[in-house]
């Protein structure tokens, strides 16, 4: 699947700028994202941070020439400071995907939103699964 089969990507404005199996980043206009206080709405950060993680775990589970569907597990975020200018969110891997005890591939991936002036706004850490087309989970 590709992120632009994906609702919010195209609704939020985002743009794919940067995709390997080693980093991923996406773009996010900061108009049409915005909250009541003029900065970048929370949930369109962590949309865009969460998409950018799945798309690195996407075109790292290609590379390996693994199938399967790529779902998001767990994530934890932290806001740092408003984003006030466009948003920049890059994904990395902080781990080799493993090989789950139920057969599936779990990814480890760490992902950082930036504003304008390149100064880190948002964090991201999320575990993904790739998971069977059998429908197994871990």
């Not at 199996?21 to 773009?27: G, H, K, L, P, Y």
């Not at 390996?64 to 890059?90: C, E, H, N, Y």
Request: with cysteine.
């Amino acid at each position: 699947m590709e992120l632009e089969k994906i609702e919010p990507f195209h609704t939020l404005g985002f743009r794919k700028e940067q995709v390997s199996a080693e980093r991923v980043t996406i773009s996010v206009p900061l108009i049409g994202n915005r909250n009541d206080k003029g900065t970048m709405f929370g949930g369109s950060v962590y949309s865009a941070m969460v998409l950018a993680g799945w798309k690195l775990c996407v075109e790292q589970a290609r590379s390996l020439q693994l199938s399967g569907d790529v779902v998001v597990r767990d994530s934890s975020i932290s806001f740092l400071r408003p984003m006030k200018t466009d948003l920049v969110a890059t994904a990395v891997a902080r781990s080799t995907p493993e090989k789950t005890a139920r057969g599936n591939y779990a990814f480890d991936i760490s992902v950082s939103a930036s504003d304008d002036d390149g100064k880190t706004c948002a964090e991201f850490s999320g575990s993904y699964r790739l998971v069977s087309k059998k429908g197994k989970t871990s």
